[in-house]
């Protein structure tokens, strides 16, 4: 054997070299674990195999919930996060003086799962009257949860606006909307109805039915002497009419089933852009899902047939043809940037389609669901996540964000004359069949009963989500009151 010296220039370099190979290994097998461990992959020992599960985020309101993974209480409260394996997962959240929350969750490998919806209620929710009607004919809430709008009798052009962005003390202003902007005969109204709100919250569509007399107003809540009268302005008869977006003045209407664009500020109504249209919604400043009803074949009058499609970038592109006697319904919204659009056909079927607006085409059908009977109602959340359709107590939803479709039987809803469920935020249904008023995740978990209310009325969130506003009823006196319910303690 040869002596080796490491103070030779030699043994030094080699040494070298050796230390920044195992460094820079070191380095790699570090980073490559952390990319793993970013990934979600963890090592089993009982198979003795890595494995990817998925990542929690979790987040409350009110914040500061201690959080249970299949009994298994986490070192964070939150908001927080946990990196789970995949799998099925029982959740349980807690928090001092409020009812506990609980969902099972299935998490596929690499998954993002976000649970950042847990809206916590009181387990006694302390509920005040805040303001008295002799009578209440219908409510409305503004877009932006700062406005109710109280109309104490439907024969009367009188109202009641409360600004509850002090949810303690709103403040309440009344206005009648003047007689020269409405019909008036033999003294009578006739019925006036609320019927949507512009996004800017400022102003109100009307609609004034007398006798066989049709008219529609912009009603200026902050100034009603700036009515407009539209049926009046326009010299049309219109059949429907929704707000286009941002800008008050621009409107969408049907007249003698075509579809019309009505610019208040110019005085001006477009040429017919949709014919034959039985139903429409409008969404965002341009954009019209609609149900029109034509003849395929203008030589056949047995080929009509129902087509449901989407006016947008000034032309009309149909997505799908349905038989003439099917009972459609559809919602629209924006998610994730791509439009969707769901049909409900009549059957029970629910037929969702993406981006329908690309191609003049029939869109093929991006997803759907069934219900065993036909729905009675169908709706999009606000943020157009979530796609929902019922009948009698049965919920459907359709998550968008993952794809699936949870269906839940809901008793508070009862078999019988069931009216919609509506959209309390992006996550929460409520309905205030009973009486009572209930709130419930958007596939049926964690229903929470509230409070006693009068059905039939608009129920809303405060802007900061503290508070839960409704319509109570003496029934002694058969008085009606505004209340509020506080949901943080």
């Not at 008036?184 to 019925?191: D, E, R």
């Not at 395929?296 to 006016?311: E, F, H, K, M, R």
């Amino acid at each position: 054997m040869f002596p080796i010296s490491l103070r030779s220039k030699r043994a030094q370099l080699a040494l070298r070299f050796f230390s920044y190979g195992v460094m820079t290994l070191a380095t790699v097998l570090l980073t490559a674990l952390a990319i793993f461990y970013a990934m979600g992959y963890r090592f089993d020992q009982s198979t003795l195999v890595f494995e990817q599960g998925g990542l929690v985020q979790f987040r409350s309101t009110p914040e500061g919930a201690t959080v249970a993974v299949d009994g298994k209480v986490q070192d964070f409260q939150t908001p927080g996060r946990a990196n789970l394996t995949a799998g099925v997962h029982t959740i349980v959240m807690q928090l001092n003086g409020y009812r506990e929350w609980q969902r099972t969750v299935s998490l596929a490998p690499g998954q993002l799962l976000w649970l950042n919806y847990t809206r916590f209620v009181p387990n006694s929710v302390s509920t005040l009257p805040l303001k008295t009607f002799q009578t209440l004919a219908s409510v409305s809430t503004s877009p932006d949860k700062r406005f109710m709008l109280f109309q104490p009798k439907a024969d009367q052009p009188d109202f009641t606006l409360a600004d509850i962005s002090n949810e303690k003390k709103p403040t309440y202003t009344s206005f009648t909307i003047p007689d020269s902007k409405l019909t008036k005969t033999n003294g009578s109204y006739g019925t006036l109805k609320m019927v949507e709100w512009d996004l800017g919250s400022r102003y109100i569509i009307m609609h004034q039915q007398n006798g066989s007399d049709n008219q529609w107003l912009r009603v200026d809540t902050s100034k009603p002497d700036n009515t407009v009268n539209i049926t009046n302005l326009f010299g049309l008869s219109i059949g429907d009419l929704h707000f286009a977006g941002n800008n008050a003045n621009v409107m969408y209407a049907t007249t003698g089933g075509v579809l019309r664009r009505l610019d208040i500020g110019a005085s001006d109504a477009s040429a017919a852009l949709v014919p034959d249209v039985t139903q429409f919604t409008v969404y965002g400043d341009g954009t019209v899902a609609f149900i029109a009803k034509r003849q395929s074949d203008p030589n056949n009058a047995d080929s009509v047939q129902q087509i449901v499609g989407l006016y947008a970038n000034n032309k009309e592109v149909d997505a799908q043809t349905y038989p003439v006697d099917s009972a459609l319904a559809i919602a629209y919204g924006q998610y994730d940037n791509h439009i969707y659009l769901a049909v409900h056909k009549g059957n029970g079927n629910v037929q969702i389609l993406r981006d329908p607006a690309i191609s003049s085409k029939e869109t093929a059908e991006f997803a759907s669901f069934n219900l065993a009977k036909p729905a009675q109602w169908l709706k999009m959340s606000n943020d157009g996540r979530m796609i929902t359709a019922g009948y009698d107590d049965v919920i459907t939803t359709y998550d968008l964000e993952i794809g699936k479709a949870y269906q839940s039987t809901l008793p508070f809803l009862g078999t019988s004359n069931v009216s919609p469920m509506n959209w309390l935020d992006d996550y929460y249904l409520w309905s205030d069949n009973g009486s009572r008023l209930h709130m419930v995740e958007f596939d049926g978990q964690n229903d929470r009963e509230i409070t006693t209310v009068a059905p039939g009325f608009d129920v809303t969130l405060s802007q900061n989500g503290n508070t839960l506003f409704s319509i109570g009823k003496n029934n002694d006196n058969g008085q009606y009151f505004l209340q509020a319910s506080q949901l943080v303690k």
